[in-house]
C-alpha cells in the first residue's frame, strides 16, 4: 500500500501505542472490505486467477486474524463505558415507577380534599354575604358620618385647583344627602344648603379656569406646556457648554432667552409662546418615564381630529400617568378613561374641566358665559399682542438705526424680490442715475415687496395668528368635546325610533343646550375680529358692517354649514360685532359680573405702533398668513365645517384683493411705466466714465427708461410671488407693460434710422443672409469676456468679398443717406446694450418665476385633502419669446451701426475713383478724406466706448477693414492714371486707416494688418515691368482675381509698357 493511504476510514481506532503495528497492519488492508455494500466476486476471482493460490488465501488469514485482534483492543477500552451506559438505564427505570407510584397516592388525597371542601361550601358563603352587608352599613354610617367634613374638603380641594375631585365630593354629597330617610335629619339641613353654594362657586371657578384655558393663559395650556417642554429641552442641550463656560445656575429669564434664540419663536408679555411662523405651530405632550410613542393619527379616548393638528407627522410621546389635577379624585369610569388616553395633556385638562360642567348641569350657563367674553377677549388679546410687539420693536430700534446708516446706500438687484427699491441718487461709483428724476414705483420703498412695511405686517399678522389658531384650537376642542357630550345624552334618553331620526348639527335646541357655544360661532367670532385687525392695516372698511351684523354673526353660528347656500349677493356679509350674544344667557349668571365688554366701544388695536406705514398695498403681506391660517383651520375642523372656513377670512381677503388691491394697483403701474419711458430722459444715454462696465451697480449705462421697465417689472413679479393665486394676471400685466416698452423702443430705433441707407439694407434679403453667415454674426450671442476669432479663413473672406461688392454697388453713397448726428448712433449703441440687458432680465427672471410657481402649484396639488379647495394661477409659457424681441432689436441696432460704419467707408473711398495719381512729390500725409475717415472712427469709436461692450465694438467696427481693402483694390479700375508716387500715396493712405483701426482695443490689429497688406501688395505690383508682373503671377494666382489682375494692366502707368498680348497671357496663366 503506498503512504498516502495513511489517512484512511479506520484512522481514530484506541490502539495502544505498544500495538503500533496493528495499526500499520490495517493501513494495508484495502478500504474496499469496508465498503457498505460488499461485493466479494471481484476477491474470489482475483485468488482463482492468482497463481500463488495458497500464497493468496494466507494473506487473507493474516489480515482476518489482524482485525480481530483490533476489534479486542477496542471492546476491552470501551467495556468501561458499556457497563455504566446500562446502570444508568437501570436508575431511570426505577425513578419513572416511583414517580407513578406518587401520582396515584396525590390523586387519592386530591378527591378527599375536595369532599371535605364541598360539605363546608354553603356556610362559608353565607358568613361572606353577612359580612359584605355588615361592610356596606359600616361603610354608609361612615359616609354619614364624613357628610359635616364635606364642605371643608371641598374647599380644600378648590385651592388645590382639584376640581374634578371637588365636584365628585359635591355631587356624591348631594346624593347622599337625597338618599331616603336622611331628607328629615335636621342636622344635615345647613351642610345641604353649603354644598348647594359650594355648587355655584364650584361652577366660577371652573368656569373661570376653562376661560384661562381657552386662551392660553392657563397652568395647563398649550403654550404653557410647551414653554416648560422646550426649557428641558435647551437645559438638556447646553448642560456641556454651562459646564465649561460658566458655573452659574440659569435664571428663568436666561432660561426663556435662551429658548427663544433656540426654537426660532418669542415669548410675549403674558408669558405665552409664539412660534416663528403658523407652519411651525407644535403643541407638547406631557412627557416622563412612563411614556409611549404614538403616532399622528392615532386617535383614542376621546383624542379629537383638532388636538392632532400640532402632530405634524411627528412621533410624538404622551404620557398615561394620571394627570396632576386629578391625583385627588376618586377612580371612575372617566379617569380610567384618562389614564388610558393619548391625547396631550391640555386636551385631557379640556375634557376634565368640560366634565366638571356636565356633572354640575351648567353647561348652557358657561357656554352662555363662553360666548358674551369671546369676541371682547379676542379683542384684549390682539391689543395686548400688538404692544408686546411694539416695545420689542422700540427696544430695537437703537440698533435698526445703525443698521440702516450703514446699508443705507446697498440695493441688490438680483433675484425675483430684489432691486425693487428707486434707485438712490448715487451709485457706487458716485455717478448720478437719471433714474431718480422718473417715478419710477407708484409706492414707497418700503411698501414694495420687499421693503420694511411688507416684512413687518407679514410677520406681525402670522405672530397674531400664530397665537388665534391656539386658541381657536382650544375652543373647537371644548366645542367638540361637548358635542360629544350632548350626542351621548341624546343616545341615552331617545328611543330607538327618535334616536334612528336625522338630527342637524347647529340646530336651535342644541344651541340651546350649551349656551350657544359651538365651533361654528367661535369660528364666525374669531375670523371677524381677524378680520377687522386687517382693516386696519389695509386702512379698509367692510362693506358690510352695518348695525344687522349681529344677526348675520348668529345665523353663521346656528345654520348648518354643511348645507347652508350662499351667493355672492351677500357681500362682506360677515363683517361684523357681536352687540347680542348674551342674549340667551340667563338673568341668573348675567348679574353675577360676567356682563364687562358687551356694550364697551371696540377701539383700534394700535397697529401703527407696530408697522412703519399701513395701506392698500400690504394687503400682498397679508394673503399668505390669511391662506395659512385659513389651511391651519381648514385642517383642524370636520368637513361640515368647511363652508365657515370658505366663507370667512380667506374670502374676504381674496375679494379685497380682485376688487380692490389688483385694480388699484394695475392703474398706478400702468401709469408708473407710461411715465417711465415717455419722459424725455427716459432714452437720453448717459456714460458713466469712458470705459464700458458690465454691471449696473458698477454703472453700465442702461438706458433709464428700460432700467425703470425692468425694475417695475420685477416689483410686479414680487406682488405675483406673494400671491400665487393671481400670478397669471400679474404676470400677465408685466407681459403688456414689456411690450409697450418694446414698442417705445422700437419707436425709438425707427426714428434714428428712418430713411437712411443702411436700415434699408438690413430689410433686404441677400444682406440679411450674407450678414448672417458671416462670422462675425457670432459675437452677437457671445458674453463679454470672449475674444473674437484673429484671422479671416477663406470662407470668411468670400463671404466678406460678396458683401463688399454688394455694398460697393450702391455707389455713389450720399451723405444724406447716413446718419451723420453722432447722438443717434450713441443712442443705438445704448439702446442696442440697454434691450440686451433687458432682454437677460427679462429671461433670467422668467424663468425663476417660472419655476418657482410651477412648485407651489405642484405642492398645491399634492394638497388635495384640504377643507377649501385654493388654485394657484397657471404661470405663462415664459417670457423667452418678448426676450427674444428685445436681443433682435438689439442685434438690429448692432447691424445698423456696422453697415453704418461700412458704407461711411465707402463714402470717403469712392474720392479714389475717376481721378488722376500723378504725385509729383511725395506727400507726407495722407489724403484728407482717409484723414477725415480715421478721425471719425476714433471719434466714434471714443464715443460708443461706454456704452458697448469690446466685443460689440469689434462687430461694429470690424468690418470697416474688409470693405476698405476691397473698396481700394476695385477703385483702380477707375482710376484713370498712377505714378509711382500716386502709389505710395495709396499706401500712405493705407497704412494710415490701419493706424486708425488698430487703435481700437476691441479689434485685433494683426487681422487689419493683414487684410490692409493685401491693398499695398496690389498697388505696389504696378511698379513692376510687364514680365516681373507676369512672374508674381504665376507665383501668386490666387492672390487676387484675373479681374484685379486684369485691371493691373489697363491703368495707366507713366513709363511701363505693356504688349498687346497682354491679357491674352494673364488669361492663359489663370487658365491652367
Not at 33 to 52: E, G, N, Q
Request: hydrophobic share 40%; glycine share 4%.
Amino acid at each position: 500500500m503506498s503512504s498516502g493511504r495513511a489517512q484512511g476510514i479506520f484512522d481514530g481506532l484506541p490502539i495502544p501505542a505498544d500495538k503500533a503495528y496493528l495499526k500499520e497492519g490495517l493501513s494495508r488492508i484495502d478500504e474496499s472490505w469496508a465498503a457498505s455494500r460488499f461485493d466479494s466476486l471481484p476477491h474470489v476471482v482475483h485468488i482463482l486467477t492468482s497463481k500463488d493460490r495458497e500464497g493468496e488465501v494466507q494473506f487473507l488469514k493474516e489480515q482476518s486474524d489482524l482485525v480481530e485482534d483490533v476489534v479486542d483492543e477496542v471492546v476491552h477500552v470501551y467495556h468501561h463505558g458499556f457497563n455504566k451506559a446500562i446502570q444508568n438505564y437501570s436508575q431511570i427505570l426505577r425513578l419513572f415507577s416511583e414517580s407513578a407510584e406518587s401520582i396515584s397516592i396525590l390523586k387519592v388525597d386530591m378527591a378527599n380534599a375536595k369532599k371535605f371542601l364541598g360539605s363546608r361550601n354553603k356556610q362559608l358563603h353565607q358568613l361572606w354575604y353577612r359580612s359584605l352587608t355588615l361592610r356596606h352599613v359600616l361603610t354608609l354610617l361612615d359616609q354619614i358620618e364624613s357628610v359635616s367634613k364635606v364642605p371643608a374638603r371641598i374647599e380644600k380641594l378648590i385651592a388645590d385647583k382639584q376640581f374634578y375631585a371637588a365636584v365628585q365630593l359635591q355631587v356624591q354629597s348631594m346624593l347622599v344627602l337625597e338618599r331616603e330617610g336622611l331628607q328629615v335629619v335636621g342636622a344635615l339641613q345647613d351642610i345641604r344648603s353649603e354644598l348647594a353654594k359650594l355648587r355655584g362657586v364650584l361652577f366660577y371657578k371652573v368656569l373661570e379656569d376653562l376661560h384661562s384655558h381657552l386662551y392660553n393663559k392657563g397652568e395647563f395650556s398649550s403654550a404653557s406646556l410647551r414653554i416648560s417642554e422646550m426649557e428641558d429641552q435647551v437645559l438638556n442641550a447646553t448642560a456641556i457648554d454651562n459646564s465649561v463656560n460658566s458655573a452659574q445656575p440659569l435664571s428663568r429669564r436666561t432660561r426663556l432667552v435662551k429658548i427663544e434664540n433656540h426654537f426660532g419663536g418669542s415669548l410675549s408679555a403674558d408669558g405665552s409662546y409664539r412660534p416663528g411662523s403658523i407652519d411651525d405651530v407644535s403643541s407638547f405632550e406631557g412627557h416622563d418615564d412612563d411614556s409611549v410613542e404614538i403616532a399622528e393619527n392615532a386617535v383614542s379616548d376621546g383624542a379629537f381630529p383638532s388636538a392632532r393638528v400640532h402632530a405634524d407627522g411627528n412621533i410624538k410621546k404622551v404620557s398615561r400617568q394620571m394627570p396632576t389635577w386629578l391625583s385627588s379624585a376618586m377612580p371612575d369610569e372617566f379617569l380610567e378613561s384618562m389614564k388610558k388616553s393619548d391625547a396631550p395633556l391640555y386636551v385631557k385638562y379640556s375634557r376634565t374641566l368640560v366634565e366638571c360642567l356636565c356633572m354640575l348641569g351648567k353647561v348652557a350657563a358657561a357656554g352662555a358665559v363662553l360666548c358674551q367674553r369671546l369676541r371682547p377677549t379676542i379683542h384684549e388679546i390682539i391689543i395686548s399682542k400688538v404692544k408686546v410687539l411694539a416695545v420689542q420693536k422700540s427696544s430695537r430700534s437703537g440698533l435698526d438705526l445703525v443698521t440702516k446708516k450703514d446699508n443705507s446706500d446697498i440695493y441688490d438687484s438680483s433675484g425675483i424680490l430684489d432691486g425693487f427699491q428707486v434707485l438712490k441718487p448715487k451709485s457706487k461709483n458716485n455717478s448720478s442715475f437719471s433714474a431718480t428724476q422718473l417715478v419710477v414705483s407708484p409706492v414707497s420703498p418700503i411698501m414694495t415687496p420687499k421693503g420694511a412695511a411688507q416684512s413687518a405686517a407679514g410677520e406681525f399678522l402670522n405672530s397674531i395668528l400664530d397665537y388665534i389658531i391656539c386658541i381657536l384650537e382650544n375652543h373647537i376642542i371644548v366645542g367638540e368635546l361637548l358635542e360629544s357630550k350632548l350626542s351621548q345624552q341624546a343616545d341615552n334618553v331617545l328611543t330607538p325610533k327618535a334616536a334612528s331620526s336625522d338630527t342637524v348639527w347647529g340646530a336651535d335646541s342644541e344651541s340651546s343646550q350649551t349656551g350657544g357655544f359651538n365651533v361654528g360661532f367661535s369660528l364666525t367670532v374669531i375670523q371677524s375680529e381677524c378680520q377687522q385687525l386687517i382693516c386696519e392695516i389695509l386702512r379698509a372698511t367692510p362693506e358690510a358692517a352695518t348695525s344687522d351684523a349681529a344677526v348675520q354673526t348668529s345665523r353663521l353660528g346656528k345654520k348648518n354649514p354643511a348645507k347652508e347656500k350662499r351667493d355672492g349677493s351677500e357681500g362682506l356679509s360677515f363683517a361684523f360685532r357681536f352687540t347680542d350674544a348674551a342674549a340667551s344667557m340667563p338673568k341668573r349668571e348675567a348679574s353675577q359680573g360676567w356682563q364687562r365688554g358687551t356694550s364697551a366701544q371696540q377701539e383700534g388695536y394700535g397697529t401703527s405702533a407696530v408697522l412703519p406705514d399701513q395701506g392698500i398695498y400690504l394687503a400682498a403681506s397679508v394673503y399668505r398668513p390669511v391662506v395659512q391660517f385659513s389651511d391651519k383651520v381648514a385642517s383642524m375642523l370636520h368637513q361640515k365645517y368647511s363652508q365657515l372656513v370658505n366663507d370667512g377670512l380667506l374670502a374676504f381677503i381674496e375679494k379685497f384683493l380682485k376688487d380692490h388691491f389688483l385694480p388699484a394697483m394695475f392703474v398706478d403701474y400702468r401709469k408708473s411705466i407710461q411715465q417711465a419711458i415717455s419722459s424725455p430722459a427716459a432714452f437720453r444715454p448717459r456714460a458713466n466714465g469712458s470705459v464700458y462696465k458690465p454691471l449696473v451697480e458698477n454703472g453700465r449705462p442702461v438706458l433709464q427708461g428700460l432700467l425703470a421697465s425692468n425694475m417695475l417689472a420685477k416689483e410686479v413679479l414680487g406682488w405675483a410671488h406673494l400671491m400665487p393665486k393671481y400670478a397669471n394676471e400679474l404676470v400677465e400685466f408685466v407681459q403688456t407693460f414689456l411690450e409697450r416698452t418694446y414698442e417705445r423702443c422700437r419707436t425709438s430705433y425707427t426714428e434714428a434710422v428712418l430713411e437712411k441707407q443702411s436700415y434699408m439694407l438690413i430689410g433686404r434679403s441677400d444682406v440679411e443672409g450674407l450678414m448672417r453667415v458671416h462670422p462675425s454674426n457670432a459675437y452677437l450671442r457671445k458674453s463679454h469676456d470672449q475674444s473674437p476669432n484673429s484671422f479671416p479663413d477663406a470662407e470668411t473672406v468670400e463671404v466678406e468679398l460678396e458683401i463688399s461688392e454688394l455694398l460697393l454697388g450702391l455707389r455713389p453713397i450720399k451723405q444724406e443717406h447716413l446718419i451723420r448726428d453722432d447722438h443717434k448712433l450713441i443712442l443705438l449703441a445704448s439702446l442696442s446694450d440697454s434691450l440686451e440687458y433687458l432682454a437677460d432680465s427679462v429671461e433670467s427672471v422668467g424663468d425663476i418665476f417660472g419655476t418657482s410657481f410651477s412648485k407651489i402649484a405642484d405642492k398645491n396639488l399634492n394638497n388635495q385633502a384640504h377643507r377649501h379647495t385654493r388654485s394657484t394661477s397657471a404661470v405663462p409659457p415664459s417670457f423667452t419669446s418678448l426676450a427674444e424681441e428685445y436681443r433682435r432689436l438689439a442685434i438690429d441696432c448692432l447691424k445698423v451701426l456696422r453697415l453704418e460704419m461700412q458704407l461711411e467707408t465707402i463714402f470717403h473711398l469712392q474720392e479714389m475713383t475717376n481721378r488722376e495719381y500723378l504725385e509729383d512729390q511725395d506727400a507726407e500725409e495722407p489724403d484728407d478724406f482717409i484723414i477725415s475717415l480715421a478721425t471719425q472712427i476714433m471719434r466714434r469709436d471714443e464715443e460708443l466706448a461706454p456704452f458697448v461692450s469690446e466685443l460689440k465694438r469689434n462687430y461694429i467696427f470690424g468690418g470697416i477693414s474688409s470693405i476698405a481693402a476691397n473698396a481700394s483694390i476695385k477703385a483702380l479700375a477707375e482710376i484713370r492714371s498712377i505714378n509711382l508716387l500716386g502709389v505710395q500715396q495709396i499706401c500712405r493712405n493705407s497704412i494710415a486707416l490701419e493706424q486708425a483701426l488698430a487703435a481700437i482695443p476691441s479689434i485685433n490689429s494683426e487681422a487689419v494688418q493683414q487684410r490692409l497688406d493685401r491693398v499695398r501688395t496690389y498697388y505696389e505690383l504696378l511698379n513692376l515691368p510687364f514680365e516681373a508682373l507676369l512672374a508674381f503671377i504665376q507665383e501668386h494666382e490666387y492672390l487676387f482675381t484675373q479681374k484685379e489682375y486684369s485691371s493691373l494692366l489697363k491703368v495707366n502707368v507713366p513709363g511701363r509698357e505693356i504688349p498687346a498680348d497682354a491679357d491674352k497671357r494673364i488669361s492663359g496663366i489663370s487658365s491652367h
